[in-house]
């Protein structure tokens, strides 16, 4: 049986904090899907359909990473898929109540699908998508923080 873990997020935009995530996982599981949920409480800068694209541009060195879309409960997406393992990254002990209180929900509506937390490299653990935006709209450079693809767009957004 293939191990199938299901990376999800809002990525909006997708970080070096995220890919490192990402590709760590694509080294320890046979098959990552990264799946692009839209986040109610957000207001997102890009279309989950642009968050895809920059995903699957990001991500095209990974074979046996795909990216998705999903608008249902992760615990049911993972279902659908068999995916064994949520994979979740943690930047800071600040992160850990609010994914704490994800995971015990997922765990409590199917007991099958287990949650991994994975520790960001100490040198992505200041960024998140909001600071990344942040600094774009005023122009600052990013190109450190996210693939060239994902710099581009933001440029294209706040042109």
Do not use: W
Not at 16 to 42: C, T
Request: some cysteine.
């Amino acid at each position: 049986m293939s191990r199938l873990a299901i990376c999800p997020g809002s990525f909006d935009p997708v970080t070096y904090g995220h890919l490192d995530i990402i590709e760590r996982g694509a080294s320890v599981f046979d098959n990552v899907i990264i799946v692009v949920f839209n986040n109610q409480s957000k207001a997102p800068l890009f279309t989950v359909e642009e968050r895809v694209a920059l995903l699957e541009e990001s991500t095209k060195h990974l074979p046996n990473v795909t990216v998705d879309e999903s608008n249902e409960l992760l615990i049911d997406y993972a279902m659908q898929q068999k995916a064994q393992v949520v994979l979740r990254g943690l930047r800071a002990v600040s992160d850990f109540e609010y994914e704490m209180q994800i995971t015990s929900m997922n765990r409590k509506l199917n007991e099958r699908v287990e949650t991994l937390f994975m520790m960001t490299n100490n040198q992505y653990s200041f960024l998140s998508s909001s600071i990344v935006k942040e600094v774009a709209k005023y122009k600052a450079n990013v190109s450190d923080l996210v693939p060239e693809a994902v710099e581009k767009a933001l440029k294209k957004k706040y042109s």
